[in-house]
């Protein structure tokens, strides 16, 4: 692995921080320790409460930090530093959640991945959890347009000794964001992330208009592990959700009436429960994705 250090020095470390300074600094002193160079970690905070304590830790450590005056969202935060990486002489980027936790090993396979596979823009690892290791998050991702673009997770939950590997998986519609690298030549060809979905599905059509507009193909490498924690879905969550599957119906020719038809769904039985807000949320999400002015701006 020494061996690989100065190669990967034209690799950005993205992390993007909000309110998750002790996964976000558990992240970056794992990553220091192992040998990453220090000038391939880059912080960006959306202005978040524990700014100043990033700031410090970045002071501290070496490592490029980017403070963000305002929350954009998933997209606009890692745009800004992978503008930043670009201006800086970067060629690869791999984007992190702070709650992945991966080994410096496995960012050089993916790494090495990406300049020896012909037409490969984008990869991802095998995504378990962290409270369990042996069990499987996701290898990739598909998408259903005939479904309202639900999206499902290749392998997810399964245990590994219960599924056959075969390395690479290039059967998929998109890499999880949690876990993304890609290489600078696919911004020239498709542009950046759109950065007015603001959080969930960003990825996803980031991915569908990389293998829609061009010959770049994206996989999973199972045989590289990370591993990440499960959120609650939170109303926060499923409004995002609700919106956003039904831009990527509007953008790509989805069903919209079959989400719209789920998500009402789901807000009835979520008053029938008395949980007002989370039927709010549903509701809101419908509306605001059925009539938004939507525009695809890829910054």
Known sequence: MEKNLGVMKDL????????????????????????????????????????????????????NIIISDHNGGYAFGNNLAIKKALTDGKNYFLLLNPDIEISLDTISKLYLDLKNLDNLGMIGPRICYRN???????????????????????????????????????????????????????????GYMNEAFFMYYEESEWCLRLLSKSSWKIAVNTSCLAYNLFTKRSTFYQYYMTRNRIWLCRLYNGNVKYVTKERWTLARRALKKGKFAMAKAYIKGILDGLYSNLQLKNK
Do not use: W
């Open 12 to 63: 950005a470390i993205i992390l993007l921080n909000y309110n998750s300074f002790d996964d976000t600094s558990r992240g970056i002193i794992s990553l220091l320790n192992e040998g990453c160079p220090r000038e391939c970690i880059y912080v960006v905070d959306n202005n978040s409460g524990d700014k100043e304590d990033i700031k410090n830790l970045g002071n501290q450590k070496g490592i």
């Open 132 to 190: 369990d290791r042996n069990k499987i998050f996701s290898d990739g991702g598909l998408l259903f347009p005939e479904k309202g673009f639900m999206g499902d997770h290749i392998n997810y939950e399964k245990y590994k000794e219960n599924v056959e590997r075969s390395d690479y998986n290039f059967n998929i519609q998109y890499v999880d964001g949690s876990a993304l690298m890609f290489k600078k030549e696919i911004l020239n060809d498709v």
